[in-house]
Structures are given as C-alpha cells and as structure tokens.
C-alpha cells in the first residue's frame, strides 16, 4: 500500500495543477491577435481649413517632420504605431500637455510643447488623422 501524501505536497500538486490550467486558458483566450480588430476613432474628421498643418509645422514639425514623416530628431508620426487604435487622439493631447518618454524609438523623451491651445491640438490631430488616412495606415 502507498503511503498517504502530505497535505504540503497535496497543495504544491493541486498549485502546479491549477497554475497549469491558468496558463492554458490564457494562451488560449489570448489569442485575440488572431482576428483583426478595426481601430476605435473617435471621429472621422479632416482637417480642411488647413490650421491643422499650419499649427503642426508651428509646433510639431521641427521634430516631426513635414507632414509627420519623422526628422533625425523625432519619429514619423505617420506610422502605424500612431493609428488610432494605438494612440488615442487623448494620446496625442497628454503627449503635448506632459511630454512623453521614450517608448517606441530611441530619440529620446518628448519634452511638454508650451502655449498651444486646445483648438490647435485638435486641429494637428485633425491633420495627423488625415495624413495617416491618406497614407493607408487606417
């Protein structure tokens, strides 16, 4: 007859058990990859007055690039790191108020851009959004 096991030994055999099962189920239904999911924008607009990329190439560019194509001193904001269901449009508001640091690239920390007002960060959004349509990025 076999010895009777250990309560100890009873619960590491029941956590390997369940950490196995746990780690199944989440490779399992982490597999949200698999189905493309559209991007989420909050509205389709465009910026047709042309403030948009007058107040981007005031603001942005220097570091952005002409039309957000990237400098050697900042990343193409025309990239599919940048579509919508990645970076928000908010995204694109905090980076502007607080800064950012350096996530995706390696130019360095993205210091606050002083005296733009709220109408003109929309408005560069509004132009973002539509160069990244008008590139295919979404």
């Known amino acids: 007859?076999?010895?009777?096991?250990?309560?100890?030994?009873?619960?590491?055999?029941?956590?390997v058990v369940i950490g196995v099962a746990g780690a199944g189920a989440y490779g399992w239904l982490g597999r949200a990859g698999d189905v493309p999911i559209p991007p989420k924008v909050s509205a389709?607009?465009?910026?047709t007055t042309g403030t948009g990329q007058a107040a981007?190439?005031?603001?942005?560019?220097?570091?952005?690039?002409?039309?957000?194509?990237?400098?050697?001193?900042?990343?193409?904001?025309?990239?599919?790191?940048?579509?919508?269901?990645?970076?928000?449009?908010g995204t694109f508001v905090l980076a502007v108020r607080r800064g950012v640091r350096?996530?995706?690239?390696?130019f360095g920390d993205m210091p606050p851009v002083?005296?733009?007002?709220?109408?003109?960060?929309?408005?560069?959004?509004?132009?973002?959004?539509?160069e990244q349509r008008r590139n295919g990025i979404f």
Request: hydrophobic share 35%; net charge negative.
């Open 114 to 130: 002083e005296d733009v007002g709220d109408g003109e960060i929309a408005a560069i959004i509004d132009f973002i959004r539509a």
């Open 1 to 15: 007859m076999m010895p009777k096991p250990q309560p100890s030994v009873r619960i590491l055999a029941a956590a």
């Open 44 to 47: 389709l607009r465009t910026d």
């Open 102 to 106: 350096a996530h995706h690239w390696g």
């Open 56 to 89: 981007f190439d005031t603001y942005c560019a220097e570091c952005h690039g002409t039309k957000g194509t990237g400098t050697a001193n900042g990343p193409p904001l025309v990239h599919k790191i940048y579509e919508p269901s990645h970076h928000a449009d």
